[in-house]
Each structure stands twice: as C-alpha cells, then as structure tokens.
C-alpha cells in the first residue's frame, strides 16, 4: 500500500515506519519535526516537514501522483499529560483542530482508511483490572480527553464518510528498535524508562520515583509496558485488517503484565551497569497506582502478540540507544 505517516519522524512513528517498509509497503513520511528526529527518516521514504495544521500541505499529501493514498497513520500529537492540565488550548489545537484537519483532507481525497494513535489515558481511574476496551472512558487528563475525543470523530465519519479507522489505545510505549537501526532519542522526555536512561548516561543526576507508598508489592507504581516494535507491528497487522474486512477496530496494545518503577530501575541498573541514583518524591498527581492492560481482543483479531516487551528486552534496546549516543557525545 502507498501510506502516508503523519509523525513518522518520532519515537513510535519511526519505528512504525520501519514495519511498514519491512512490510513492502511505500512510505511517505509528515512531519514538523518539533519533537521528531529527521535522522529517524528512513532514506527510503518521501519527506514532507510540515504541520498538520498546514491545510494546503495536507490536502497535497493526500494523492501520490494524482491518486488519493492507500491509508493514512496519524501519530502527530503532543503528549504530555501533565502539560496538558497546564496549556489546554494548545492541545485542543494540536490535537483536536489538528487531527479534524486530518480527517478532512482524507475525506476531501477520498483517502479510505487511517490507524490513529489513540491512548489508555482514555480510561482515566482505573474501575477494574485488567483494562479492557469495555471499560469507562472518564479521562483524568485533558490529553486523554484529546484522544477521546477523536475517537467519537471517527466513529461520525466512520458512519458519514465510510472512513474506516483502527483507533489504537497504547499503554506505556517503551524500548528502542532491536535492530539499533533508529537512533534519534526523544527530546526532553517524561516518560519513565527515557528518563532512567538519561540518568544512566549522566545526563540528569538521578531518577525522582514519584511516591513509594501506593497499595502495590513494593510500593511503586506498576504500569503496562509495550516495546515500541510491537506496538509498530500492531499497525501494519491493522491497517491489513480494516483493508481487508471493512471494519473500525478500537483496541488496547499492552502486555497484561504490571512492572513497578523499582523493578524498572533495578532492571536497568543490572543492564546498563550503571549506579542510577534514585530520591524518593511525592506522588504526581492524577498517577493511579496500577494499571495494566487486557489485550485479549489485539490477540484475537489481530493475532498479536508482543515478542520484546519484557522488561528485559525493554530495558536493553532502549540501552543500546542511549549508550551510543553517549558515546556519541563523549566524543564530541
Ligand atoms: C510511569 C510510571 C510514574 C517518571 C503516560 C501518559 C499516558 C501514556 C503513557 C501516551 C508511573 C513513574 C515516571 C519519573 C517516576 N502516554 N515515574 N518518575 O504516567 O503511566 O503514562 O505515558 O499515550 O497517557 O500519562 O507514564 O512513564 O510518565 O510513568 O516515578 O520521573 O513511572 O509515577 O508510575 P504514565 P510515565
């Protein structure tokens, strides 16, 4: 197919970039490169450095030569849940307005299909465990209710404009590409693991485990982490289905195994061989203790099934990464 992947220059884009080429699919990639990385272009795919604001852009990037393409994967979004509580209107623009321009241009194009990165902070607090799709969806924060909101859009064009979607509901994306290939590290990271590897290679002093007193086995909290090449593999296997059988599909993409901060950090001090300095802070607000996905329906329609997201694995390819751009720096 002839796709197009909006946000195809960061963390997970580029890494679903990578499945799909490895697929033998034809890849252009758009991307304002404000969080993304050009060097995680792969040389083979067109380049379009645009915002998803930019209408006219967009509409252009729609056909290839003249023809609409095959689907679209839209991963472009801003991402910080904290940030979001505190710049609303910017994630209500970049998110919201960002993505109805999407949608638009696709349907102005005649563009059939789109895989949109949707998210678990959909849920918000958690009712019950594991998590699956039937769960209420009472976002905590607003970049959840972003996600949520383009969920309904979906499911309107969907019915209006027979847009067939998969909306893909990622828990917490972790790991680097197993191959070393993609090696453009995010930007200022919030995320747990990216932040234990910055304090890994001494870019940051130590790792604040916000809150050791919550109700689990050691006191962290335990979350549901997916490599990012599983969740990449989970598109291409998407996008076939939707194609083939004509259908919307809302699914999770995590492990359905919890893991503490501790035992994230523990793993990572044993991998990398690193001290990795911890300070016990207070809990971050809106953090429930434990989430953890079902992924009982992504394993039965999709047949997935992750192969690297053990902690192990996880924490070794993110390594990988890291230390090379380390060294990358040293020798600077
Ligand atoms: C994981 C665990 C923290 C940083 C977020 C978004 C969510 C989704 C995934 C995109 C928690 C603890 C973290 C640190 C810590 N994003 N932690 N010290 O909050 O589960 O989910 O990313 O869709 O929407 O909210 O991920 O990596 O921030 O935190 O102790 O410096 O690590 O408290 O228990 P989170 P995270």
Known sequence: MNILVIGGAGYIGSHVVKALLQHGDSVTVYDNLSTGCRENVFPECGFIE?????????????????????????????????ESMLEP???????IAGTIKILNAMTGADVPRLVF????????????????????????NFYGATKLEIEHLLRWYSHLRELRY?????????????????????????????????????KRSNLQVFGDDYDTADGTGVR???????????????????????????????????????????????VAERTIPVEVAPRRAGDPAKLVASSAAAREVLGWQPRYSDPETLIRTAWRAYAASGAKSASK
């Open 50 to 82: 645009a915002d998803i604001l930019d209408e006219r852009r967009l509409r252009a990037a729609m056909l290839t030569n003249g023809r609409p393409v095959d689907a679209v994967i839209h991963l472009a979004a801003l991402k910080a849940a904290g």
């Open 166 to 202: 998969a909306a893909l509901r990622y828990f917490n994306a972790a790991g680097y590409d197993p191959d070393g290939e993609i090696r453009g590290l995010e930007r200022n990271p919030a995320n747990l693991l990216p932040i234990i590897m910055e304090v890994a290679i001494g």
């Open 117 to 140: 990165s949707s998210s678990a902070a959909v849920y918000g607090e958690p009712r019950y465990l594991p998590i699956d799709e039937a769960h209420p969806t009472e976002p905590t």
């Open 224 to 270: 549901d982490y997916v490599h990012v090449t599983d969740l990449a593999t989970a598109h291409v296997t998407a996008l076939e289905r939707i194609a083939e059988h004509n259908t919307d599909l809302v699914l999770n993409l995590g492990t359905e195994c919890g893991v503490s901060v501790r035992e994230m950090y523990e793993l990572a001090r044993t």
């Open 89 to 95: 209107e910017r994630y209500a623009e970049h998110n």
